[in-house]
């Protein structure tokens, strides 16, 4: 899944002076291998679709209960990843991820907030670190000094005023947040942006924070094409995908199944009784 930079060299049976190894498609060795690799002293990083964090799940766990700052690349983290079909398409996983204590999952929104999580994955020492980016390429919306630390932080704020609904996204979805709080403002309705790549380092932040990012008394939606379940601890409803996918191009499928500026409007609107 292009994690391998462009100064990597590959490690052979013939060759141990190399360092980086083709796994192949043993995501459960992967990781059994890379815990081992940091309990040697190194800082090893592998990568797969997302998808097949479900061969990962025990290795993963096995680096959150021994505190072990291994790297886990997923990509293809959407039904973006289009043609390939619903087998290939994660929809529970982002979920299932977020649930293994000590486990930071992050969903970045574009090349700069990708830039601060392999920072943050850099600098963790106490822990794993799951990195969750797209197949399909993704417009550059967020400042290179944004708030992926905190876990979600004001992207853009209504023009007007205070705002009358909150948007919530993450990773791919961002950019149609933008665009939908746009839509929005030309209809008179003041919308604030919410860039929320973790979960888990909101979760950590102080309370008067948390408050200030998402207003108790503002109404919020969230938009991430995964499944709802866990979103209503933050969320007053959600435009997500609670079913398994479909084969066609990333286009055709975020229209299909909502992901679109019309029904993110729609679905604010009705929070706002407008």
């Known amino acids: 899944n292009k ?17 980086y190894i083709y796994y192949g498609i043993r995501e459960h060795g992967m990781g059994a291998i890379m815990n081992g690799l940091v309990l040697h002293g190194l800082r ?22 021994m505190k072990q700052p291994v790297i886990y690349v997923f990509t293809h983290d959407s039904i973006g990843l289009g043609e390939d079909g619903p087998t290939h398409q994660p929809v529970e996983h982002l979920t299932a991820l977020r649930t293994i204590p000590n486990l930071v999952t992050l969903r970045p929104a574009d090349g700069n907030e990708t830039s601060q999580a392999w920072k943050f994955a850099l ?15 993704l ?51 003041a919308a604030r942006v919410i860039s929320m790549p973790s979960w888990e380092l909101f979760d950590a932040q102080p309370k008067a924070y948390k408050n200030a990012i998402l207003p108790p008394d503002i109404p919020r939606l969230a938009i991430e094409s995964g499944i709802s379940l866990a979103w209503p601890r933050y969320a007053d409803a959600s435009i997500c995908i609670d079913h398994y996918g479909a084969s066609a191009p990333a286009e055709t499928l975020f229209d299909k199944f909502g992901f679109t500026v019309e029904n993110v409007v729609d679905q604010a609107k009705s929070l706002l009784n407008k």
């Open 139 to 189: 417009p550059q919306v967020t400042p290179i000094d944004n708030g992926l630390y905190q876990g979600a932080y004001t992207l853009k704020d209504a023009v007007n005023g205070s705002p009358e609904v909150v948007l919530i996204a993450s990773g791919s979805e961002v950019a149609l947040a933008l665009d939908a709080q746009a839509a929005l403002s030309k209809e008179g309705l």
């Open 44 to 65: 090893p990083f592998g990568g797969t679709f997302l998808v097949f964090s479900d061969y990962l799940r025990p290795t993963i766990r096995a680096s959150a209960l």
């Open 3 to 19: 994690t391998k930079s462009q100064s990597a060299r590959g490690l052979t049976g013939e060759d141990f002076s190399g360092n």
């Open 123 to 137: 600098e963790r020492s106490d822990g794993p670190t799951a990195m969750a980016l797209s197949r399909q390429a």
